[in-house]
T-cell receptor
Framework: AQKITQTQPGMFVQEKEAVTLDCTYDTSDPSYGLFWYKQPSSGEMIFLIYQGSYDQQNATEGRYSLNFQKARKSANLVISASQLGDSAMYFCAMREGPIYNFNKFYFGSGTKLNVKP | GAVVSQHPSRVICKSGTSVKIECRSLDFQATTMFWYRQFPKQSLMLMATSNEGSKATYEQGVEKDKFLINHASLTLSTLTVTSAHPEDSSFYIC????????????FGPGTRLTVL
């Protein structure tokens, strides 16, 4: 089974509107972390936001927020007030296992976001 | 802080030659570094996990004799693609795990390898 599933290969959003990128995950480990990364055409991976499995509140970082629904095993990324510079690939990732004893991340297949002017 | 560099950023080589890619953590000590491979329009695929001073752990299907990994110090890991072939052309990305923020990995800018 896929550890991380991103079902939207491509998304369009109008500039200044909000957009939600979907991510579901699969793990039986009670300790895990969820990440979102942005990858522009230059290729660099840019960290956006993090949610720990024990965090009580949804993570927020500026225009980014993570809609964490633990029972549904979903960790959707919400980008508010989209900007043209938000056009990029977005990857959801999971660290499985305790913070100090994990050995790999799992990445989803990515969602290509296009922001229209 | 937590900057990871990769060198070279882009390399073109002839089939049959070997290519070394360096991954450095510039302002922190990285006990663990990861090497990923990314084909166009695809996700990152973990190739191996590199721990300082020990042998790398390779993912299933990754040939360890072809992709040699050396993590000789807490700030440097190298990936050598031996006897490269056109199918090895890809984007290679390293990341490093910091002891200060162990839950996160910091990515290098990537190396685009083209084998002619």
């Amino acid at each position: 089974a896929q550890k991380i599933t991103q079902t939207q290969p491509g998304m369009f959003v109008q500039e200044k509107e909000a957009v939600t990128l979907d991510c579901t995950y699969d793990t039986s480990d009670p300790s895990y972390g969820l990440f979102w990364y942005k990858q522009p055409s230059s290729g660099e991976m840019i960290f956006l936001i993090y949610q720990g499995s024990y965090d009580q509140q949804n993570a927020t970082e500026g225009r980014y927020s993570l809609n964490f629904q633990k029972a549904r095993k979903s960790a959707n990324l919400v980008i508010s007030a989209s900007q043209l510079g938000d056009s990029a690939m977005y990857f959801c990732a999971m660290r499985e296992g305790p913070i100090y004893n994990f050995n790999k991340f799992y990445f989803g297949s990515g969602t290509k976001l296009n922001v229209k002017p | 802080g937590a900057v990871v560099s990769q060198h070279p950023s882009r390399v073109i080589c002839k089939s049959g030659t070997s290519v070394k890619i360096e991954c450095r953590s510039l302002d922190f000590q990285a006990t663990t570094m990861f090497w990923y491979r990314q084909f166009p329009k695809q996700s990152l695929m973990l190739m191996a996990t590199s721990n300082e001073g020990s042998k790398a752990t390779y993912e299933q299907g990754v040939e360890k004799d072809k992709f040699l990994i050396n993590h000789a110090s807490l700030t440097l890991s190298t990936l050598t693609v031996t006897s490269a072939h056109p199918e090895d052309s890809s984007f290679y990305i390293c990341s490093a795990k910091s002891g200060r923020s162990p839950d996160e990995q910091f990515f290098g800018p990537g190396t685009r390898l083209t084998v002619l």
